[in-house]
């Protein structure tokens, strides 16, 4: 520091100098430079600066001012004194008083130099009070270093920082960091800066709440804080920005109500609030921003009502609501917004009538579009979605000449897609999706050359899908699925190079699919499952290198997989299950996105290959039921994510690797029905998350090792059909989650039963039958749950404990071969009289003494019966008529009594062995005519009276002209007085019941044909009741009157026959019960009329037999209890449904998205069945729940449709 004044003072100020100088200096030398200063006093930074100066003018006016009082000499004064001063002390005084005054005013000249030379120079070399501010904002919003780098506290202004922009003062207007990695959160410094006009955070990882103080940025005019991670409530500050015009605070997490405040700016033309968690109402001050042109508020938890002052913002052109749970009359007051565009309401609760004018347009919305909607020439968007809107769509929408989109889905539109909204030729997406529109789909559609998205997807159109559609070269997202469209895919489609998502399943196209599918194209997904298409797999199909998705399944391909698919690096999901596949696996290059492979149902053939052991995203494999051979690969060490591994019904062979235990994360390994061998069990020990193991015969040798115990999560442990020998060891008895099955039979097991097993308290079936145990079964009288039991052919001795003994009625063929057991007739008297199988205790002895008597005896009395029987069939043909011709037929169809005939020559007359079904309305036959033609014939037994004869004809009539997808169809019907025979068409499945419950199941009972089983009966069912003149009730709805056919497609049988037998003689003359026990409603129980209620509840029976495999009254089940009571008891008001979901379609749909489906859709079931009648939903909302739950879940391997109908 500089200790001398260069300056002129009087030598008696020259104490001041240092002084002077240190003044001058101390801020810009000594500014600290903490936090703590920057957040509590920048914000005063002129207040203090101000008061710097002031401190200096007071300190160098008192140092200077006392030199020059103390030193001053009077007699320089003196002389310049008035005379009336002549007394000395007076003029003495006077003079000094003087003196100092006349210091003072020199002192103030040279303060006031020194005061403005020095702050001029302070100013010059420090960094502006915005500038401050931005620094002060970085340190709690952290910058990328690319652009922190720039912003440097040495730098006089920020105007030449990244992101920010000054006008010619010097002072920030514009801060834009939108998309450049900024974090952290955005401090209250914010508000220091008066001259922002501009502020863009947008699109990067900001989170904490919106500071208050942005509020004091008065000459804000554009504010974004979109796509961040904001949370907390929107400011009521920010309502004081007047100058405010945009405001974009979407895609965050904000919540909270929407401040009034906010809404009062004359000045706001957008407002972009849509995807936060906003709650509350809309505003009622929302008609005070009479600028508004754009307000979305899309994707929030709004509710209330839209207010009436909404119309005073007759600028505005575009509104989004939908995703709210708005509710209400719309107001009238939209009539005045003369040039609103886009109009989307989708997904709330609005009721009423809303009435719109557009220029020269009227338009209200009730429960059907208005035909004068065609008026409204201005619109371009048309959104309609979820409002439970019914009635046929208007051919006057083909006016809508700029329409670029039309949302009509997921309503109950029904009739035909009206040929004239192919005049709409601005139009990029049509959307008609989740109705009931019925006919074929107009040709006219092929004049939309600008379209994009086409989705048609579950609705009930027919015949061939128009060629000329598939040469819009625009297309990019073709969704039909769930139609009945047949015909083939012409080769044009493999053109279309912009397609990427192309979606047919559950249709009936045939042909093959075109060869150069999947060329030069955009394809992320495409799902042909459950069509008729035949060939090869396109070779090239994932030559693009984007495809993500390939379903194939359910179809008739043939020749081998391409090698190429497995080199698709893209490929996510690859299902081919159920087809004609052969040939070998192809070796996998390049697999590493795929998660799921499905090759099950084929006839591949040879080795797995090891290159599998590439894939190590996978998490399912399901191979089962091919030709596979040879061992599995030890690289199968380097699938860590798998989870399920199903190889069974194949021909593999060699030693499980011990490899597999670096599959840490599997929960289902099946290997069942190869020719494995070695000792596996101790090599899947390890696999600690396994909750089911199947390894059922094989060829698996050694002992049960006690380390199974440790997989404490078994919940079905398969080991049967092996050549396991030793005892069943005691730990098994800690596996008491085992709940499904313990299945170790034919093996050389020995000893007795653990006393330990008596703690699986979960177990449901157990199978010990083809062993050597022995010992009695005590230690199985505490297994309360099971429903299956098989001890056969052991050696097992004593009495049978007394919760066993419902097995000797229901299979009593479980406890043969084992001739020392017995039944205490003490206590089971009921028993003793009634078993073939187990004889009294005390009495085994006496039985094996006679037995060679016994065997005498009855191989005697055999012989002589066969011999009559025999006998008696010879005589019977001899005199019994192979066919004989009906009298009094009446035929709805001319030529039909030759069919007749046919039909009699081909059942032998009725002849019992073409039976294939029974029921209370009569009997089923199986006719294959001469023409190769296959059909089922009902036999009715009737007696119609007099006066009943002619409305039977007239009913069999009506029911004939019943067509839908979901029934069966009457194909032909022949009357007489004793019998009546009703022809249809021969279901190659046969009955749900079968399905079900039979001996022999179908190979495939996956989830998706168990949906649409279940979607397909309800779409029959809500047929009948809503869509029939008058509805019609079924009254005995069941499994075994819903046939399949071979796409497992649903048609409901018996339809119309109660009503039909009511008019017999045979029949009650009052409106009776019809029904089968477990699937009537429980009103049945108190009244004699069946209504659309008790449909509805045999159908949630037949939903619970869908999700549980077991019958609507089990054996499994306590007594008095059907599977509504069990299945609701089990539950017990908890969401795990593994409890009584079927473990196989637990064991596939687990870790999947699919599971939440099978969550609903049980929830539906039990609501179907509700004890009271108006508490089931009508079959038309079923169908609809039906038809989201698998929208909403989100399917990877089925198609989504993006929530938002516009992109922000």
């Known amino acids: 520091m500089n200790s001398r004044c260069n300056l002129k003072f009087p030598s008696r100020m020259r104490v001041c100098e240092t002084a002077l100088v240190a003044v001058a200096w101390s801020r810009p030398v000594r500014r600290p430079h903490t936090r703590h200063y920057y957040d509590n006093h920048l914000h005063h930074h002129h207040h203090q600066r101000r008061q710097e100066q002031?401190?200096?003018?007071?300190?160098?006016?008192t140092e200077m001012g006392a030199i020059a009082a103390s030193s001053l000499p009077c007699s320089r004064v003196l002389p310049f004194l008035p005379p009336w001063t002549a007394n000395s002390?007076?003029?003495?005084?006077l003079a000094s008083i003087f003196a100092l005054f006349w210091h003072k005013m020199r002192l103030v000249v040279w303060h006031r130099f020194f005061f403005f030379f020095f702050t001029s120079v302070s100013s010059s070399w420090s960094l502006t009070s915005d500038g401050l501010a931005l620094l002060s904002l970085s340190r709690d919003l952290i910058l990328p270093h690319s652009i922190s780098s720039t912003w440097k506290a040495s730098d006089t202004t920020p105007c030449n920082w990244d992101g920010v922009s000054c006008n010619k003062k010097n002072s920030v207007v514009s801060l834009d960091l939108s998309s450049s990695g900024v974090s952290g959160s955005l401090g209250p410094q914010i508000g220091l800066m008066k001259s922002l006009q501009v502020l863009s955070l947008s699109n990067n990882s900001i989170s904490g709440s919106i500071p208050l103080e942005l509020g004091n940025c008065s000459m804000l005019d554009q504010l974004d804080l979109s796509s961040n991670s904001f949370s907390g409530e929107i400011p009521a500050s920010l309502g004081d920005i007047k100058k405010?015009?945009?405001?974009?605070?979407?895609?965050?997490?904000?919540?909270?109500?929407?401040?009034?405040?906010?809404?009062?700016?004359?000045?706001?033309?957008?407002?972009?609030?849509?995807?936060?968690?906003?709650?509350?109402?809309?505003?009622?001050?929302?008609?005070?921003?009479?600028?508004?042109?754009y307000l979305w508020l899309h994707g929030n938890k709004l509710s209330g009502v839209l207010p009436d002052s909404i119309g005073n913002c007759t600028k505005l052109e575009e509104l989004y609501l939908l995703d709210n749970q708005l509710s209400g009359s719309l107001p009238?007051?939209?009539?005045?917004?003369?040039?609103?565009?886009?109009?989307?309401?989708?997904?709330?609760?609005?009721?009423?009538?809303i009435t719109f004018s557009f220029e020269d347009c009227k338009l209200e919305i009730s429960n059907e579009i208005p035909s004068w909607l065609g008026n409204c020439s201005s619109l371009t968007q048309l959104a309609l979605v979820n409002n439970n809107i019914s009635g046929q769509i208007p051919l006057s929408l083909g006016l809508l000449r700029n329409l670029s989109q039309l949302l009509l889905s997921e309503n109950s539109l029904s009739g035909p897609i009206p040929p004239e909204i192919g005049n709409c030729q601005l139009l990029v997406w049509l959307e008609l999706d989740a109705n009931q529109l019925n006919g074929t789909v107009p040709k006219e559609l092929a004049n939309l050359r600008k379209l994009e998205k086409l989705f048609l997807f579950e609705n009930r159109l027919i015949g061939e899908f128009p060629e000329d559609i598939w040469s819009i070269k625009s297309l990019q997202s073709v969704l039909i699925y769930e139609n009945s469209f047949t015909g083939r895919l012409p080769p044009v489609l493999a053109e279309l190079k912009f397609l990427k998502n192309i979606t047919l399943f559950n249709n009936f196209f045939t042909g093959v699919i075109p060869p150069d599918l999947g060329v030069n194209s955009r394809l992320t997904q495409i799902d042909f499952t459950n069509n008729s298409f035949v060939g090869g797999i396109p070779p090239n199909i994932c030559s693009g290198k984007r495809l993500r998705i390939l379903d194939l399944g359910l179809n008739l391909l043939n020749g081998s997989i391409p090698s190429n698919v497995m080199d698709c690096p893209s490929l996510e999901r690859f299902i081919l299950q159920n087809n004609n596949l052969s040939g070998l696996i192809p070796q996998f290059r390049n697999c590493a996105n795929l998660s799921y492979i499905d090759l099950s149902h084929n006839s591949l053939s040879g080795n797995i290959p090891a290159s599998l052991g590439r894939c190590v995203n996978i998490t399912m494999i399901k191979w089962s039921e091919n030709k596979l051979v040879g061992p599995i690969p030890s690289e199968i060490r380097d699938l860590v994510n798998l989870r399920v591994l199903n190889l069974s019904q194949n021909s593999l062979q060699g030693v499980l690797p011990v490899q597999i235990s670096s599959c840490s994360k599997l929960y289902l390994l099946d290997l069942s029905f190869n020719s494995l061998n070695g000792?596996?069990?101790?090599?899947?020990?390890?696999?600690?998350?396994l909750s089911q193991l199947r390894l059922q015969e094989n060829k698996f040798s050694g002992g049960i090792p006690d380390s199974l115990s440790q997989l404490d999560m078994l919940i079905e442990l398969q080991l049967g059909g092996n050549v396991l020998g030793g005892s069943i060891p005691s730990s098994l008895?800690?596996?008491?989650?085992?709940?499904?099955?313990?299945?170790?039979?034919?093996?050389?097991?020995?000893?007795?039963?653990?006393?330990?097993?008596?703690?699986?308290?979960?177990?449901?079936?157990?199978?010990?039958?083809?062993?050597?145990?022995?010992?009695?079964l005590d230690m199985l009288g505490n297994l309360q749950l099971l429903h299956?039991?098989?001890?056969?052919?052991?050696?097992?001795?004593?009495?049978?404990?007394?919760?066993?003994?419902?097995?000797?009625?229901?299979?009593?063929?479980?406890?043969?071969?084992?001739?020392?057991?017995?039944?205490?007739?003490?206590?089971?008297?009921?028993?003793?009289?009634?078993?073939n199988v187990l004889k009294p205790c005390g009495e085994t002895k006496k039985l094996h003494k006679h037995v060679k008597i016994a065997v005498i005896v009855i191989g005697s009395l055999f012989v002589g019966a066969v011999s009559i029987l025999i006998l008696s069939c010879i005589l019977l043909k001899f005199y019994h008529p192979k066919t004989k011709n009906l009298e009094s037929v009446s035929t709805l169809f001319e030529g039909s009594s030759s069919k007749l005939n046919e039909v009699i020559e081909a059942t032998e007359n009725f002849d019992d062995k073409y039976i294939i079904g029974t029921g209370a309305h009569g009997t089923v036959y199986k006719a294959t005519l001469r023409s190769g033609e296959v059909y089922a014939v009902k036999k009715l037994a009737i007696s119609a009276q007099k006066g009943s004869y002619k409305s039977m004809m007239r009913e069999l009539k009506t029911l004939g002209k019943i067509k839908h997808r979901n029934l069966i169809k009457l194909k032909e019907f022949w009357l007489r007085s004793e019998y009546g025979f009703m022809l249809y068409v021969y279901m190659e499945q046969g009955s749900l019941q079968d399905v079900l419950h039979g001996i022999q199941p179908p190979p495939s009972l996956d989830w998706s044909v168990r949906y649409t089983i279940a979607l397909g009966t309800a779409h029959g069912l809500a047929y009948l009741h809503d869509d029939c003149q008058p509805a019609i009730i079924h009254r005995d709805i069941k499994p075994s009157n819903i046939l399949l056919n071979g796409d497992m497609v649903p048609h409901i049988a018996d339809f119309g026959i109660a009503k039909l037998m009511d008019q017999s003689s045979s029949a009650p003359q009052t409106t009776g019960v019809i029904g089968t026990f477990g699937y009537m409603a429980p009103e049945l129980a108190f009244s004699t009329r069946s209504s659309i209620e008790s449909d509805v509840y045999s159908y949630g029976v037949i939903l619970l037999e869908l999700l549980t495999k077991k019958q609507a009254v089990d054996p499994s089940f306590p007594d008095n209890m059907d599977i509504v009571g069990w299945v609701t008891a089990t539950l017990n008001g908890t969401d795990q449904i593994e409890l009584v979901c079927d473990s196989t379609l637990m064991e596939e749909v687990y870790g999947t998205v699919e599971i939440e489906e099978v969550s609903k859709v049980l929830s539906l079931a039990l609501r179907c069945a509700a004890k009271e009648a108006s508490r089931r939903p009508p079959m038309a909302d079923v169908v609809k729940e039906l038809t989201d739950v698998r929208k909403s879940a989100g399917k990877l391997s089925k198609p989504e449709k993006t929530a938002s109908r516009s992109s922000s």
């Not at 002390?89 to 005084?93: C, G, K, L, Q, Y």
């Not at 405001?247 to 407002?271: A, D």
């Not at 085992?738 to 034919?746: D, F, H, K």
Request: include cysteine.
């Open 54 to 61: 002031s401190h200096a003018h007071l300190i160098l006016s």
């Open 89 to 93: 002390a007076i003029r003495a005084v």
């Open 332 to 353: 009238k007051t939209l009539s005045y917004i003369k040039g609103l565009k886009i109009f989307d309401i989708t997904a709330n609760s609005f009721t009423g009538e």
């Open 244 to 293: 405010l015009s945009s405001l974009s605070l979407y895609s965050n997490s904000l919540t909270g109500e929407i401040p009034e405040g906010l809404f009062k700016n004359q000045f706001l033309e957008q407002v972009y609030l849509h995807y936060n968690k906003l709650s509350g109402s809309i505003p009622l001050t929302v008609g005070e921003m009479t600028s508004l042109r």
């Open 679 to 689: 000792s596996a069990l101790t090599t899947v020990s390890n696999l600690k998350f």
């Open 733 to 776: 008895g800690r596996l008491v989650k085992l709940g499904i099955a313990l299945n170790i039979s034919s093996n050389g097991l020995v000893g007795g039963i653990p006393p330990l097993l008596s703690n699986l308290v979960e177990l449901q079936s157990l199978d010990l039958s083809l062993n050597g145990l022995t010992g009695d």
């Open 788 to 835: 299956v039991l098989n001890v056969s052919y052991n050696r097992f001795s004593g009495p049978v404990p007394e919760n066993l003994l419902n097995f000797l009625v229901s299979s009593p063929s479980s406890f043969n071969g084992n001739p020392d057991l017995c039944i205490s007739c003490h206590t089971n008297g009921s028993y003793c009289k009634g078993s």
